[in-house]
């Protein structure tokens, strides 16, 4: 069975000015995309990867813990390279 990456990538104080070229390049060419209600969305633009918010609010979660987690699990088996 063919295995995706996974990349954690971190939004930095939230300014995309101050995205590193890494962090830009990976989500270039990256399938898929998590993100949460903090990323501003400007980092997002002119990324092709489909999105999912898994954004959490005082009570009001778009997905449990455990759906979040397994996502993160299983994504890089269907979006193998």
Partial sequence: MARGKVYLVGAGPGDPELMTLKA?????QADVVLFDRLLDPRMMEGI????IDVGKNAGRHKLSQEAVSYTHLTLP???SV
Avoid at 48 to 51: G, I, S
């Fill in 24 to 28: 830009r390049r990976l989500l270039e």
């Fill in 48 to 51: 092709r990867a489909e999105k």
């Fill in 77 to 79: 088996t269907i979006y």
